[in-house]
């Protein structure tokens, strides 16, 4: 079911600059508040994103989100914003991901910072647990998307040091990353635990961020 948050006859999406896909769980967004911070940060074409969209984002989370959602209440929430600065909204089914291996995971994580280079913050992220640290990859001057700021707090909360690694994701293609565990943080799929390197410190964080989630049901 599509949900279009702009109703003009003559509105005409044009060709998408920015995509963003958040989880919802029970037609609400848990990390709303997370995710507009990351979307105040976020670029189209070397310039920051207007006030009046993130008011018009807020503004249509609040207002529309609940009916928008009624047909996937756990789906996902996509918004685009075109080269034009137009933005438009729409809530779909939410596909589970299936390729998990450290290899896929991997994939998805470059992909995304290749993203962060153009607009300033990476949807998804990889994550290495090793040496009894938390290692984060992500460019030092990238912004945190709304998982993964959830994903650091919840981290520290739990006692568990995190530091950022921009070598961590070019270490992984090399084959040359020290790991014991690897999990992807996205604002769609969460926190998805590498099937092939998979340990007790993801599944915390895993388990934290389903808290969150079963908390809006």
Same mark, same amino acid.
């Given at each position: 079911m599509?949900?279009?948050? !702009?109703t =003009?006859?003559?509105?005409?999406?044009? +060709?998408?600059?920015?995509?963003? #896909?958040? #989880?919802?769980?029970?037609?609400?967004?848990?990390?709303e508040?997370?995710?507009?911070? *990351?979307?105040?940060q976020?670029?189209v074409?070397?310039?920051s994103?207007?006030?009046?969209?993130?008011?018009? *984002?807020?503004?249509?989370?609040?207002?529309?989100? *609940?009916?928008?959602?009624?047909? @996937?209440?756990?789906?996902?929430?996509?918004?685009?914003?075109?080269?034009?600065? $137009?933005?438009?909204?729409?809530?779909?089914? @939410? !596909?589970?991901?299936?390729?998990?291996?450290?290899?896929?995971?991997?994939? %998805?994580? $470059?992909t995304?910072?290749?993203?962060?280079?153009?607009?300033?913050?990476?949807?998804?992220?990889?994550?290495?647990?090793?040496?009894?640290?938390? @290692?984060?990859?992500?460019d030092?001057?990238?912004?945190? =998307?709304?998982?993964?700021?959830?994903?650091? &707090?919840?981290? #520290?909360?739990?006692? +568990?040091?995190?530091?950022?690694? +921009? $070598?961590?994701?070019? &270490?992984? %293609?090399?084959g040359?990353? &020290?790991?014991? !565990?690897?999990?992807?943080v996205? &604002?769609?799929?969460g926190v998805?635990?590498a099937?092939?390197?998979?340990? !007790?410190?993801? %599944? %915390?964080?895993?388990?934290g @961020? #389903? +808290?969150?989630?079963?908390?809006t $049901?």
């Amino acid at each position: 079911m599509d949900m279009p948050l !702009e109703t =003009s006859d003559s509105f005409r999406l044009g +060709t998408p600059e920015l995509v963003c #896909r958040w #989880r919802l769980s029970n037609s609400r967004l848990p990390l709303e508040n997370r995710h507009l911070r *990351a979307l105040s940060q976020r670029l189209v074409r070397g310039a920051s994103l207007g006030a009046g969209l993130l008011s018009w *984002a807020k503004q249509h989370i609040e207002w529309t989100l *609940a009916d928008g959602a009624a047909a @996937y209440p756990d789906g996902v929430l996509m918004l685009v914003v075109d080269d034009a600065g $137009q933005a438009a909204m729409t809530v779909g089914p @939410y !596909e589970e991901l299936h390729a998990t291996k450290l290899a896929h995971l991997v994939g %998805r994580a $470059q992909t995304a910072r290749s993203e962060a280079r153009e607009t300033g913050v990476a949807p998804e992220s990889l994550w290495v647990w090793h040496d009894e640290c938390l @290692y984060w990859g992500i460019d030092e001057d990238a912004h945190a =998307s709304g998982a993964a700021s959830l994903i650091e &707090d919840l981290a #520290r909360t739990l006692g +568990t040091p995190v530091e950022r690694s +921009t $070598q961590l994701l070019d &270490d992984a %293609r090399a084959g040359v990353l &020290d790991v014991d !565990e690897a999990f992807l943080v996205s &604002d769609e799929h969460g926190v998805v635990l590498a099937r092939d390197h998979a340990g !007790e410190e993801g %599944r %915390r964080l895993r388990d934290g @961020y #389903r +808290t969150l989630l079963a908390r809006t $049901q």
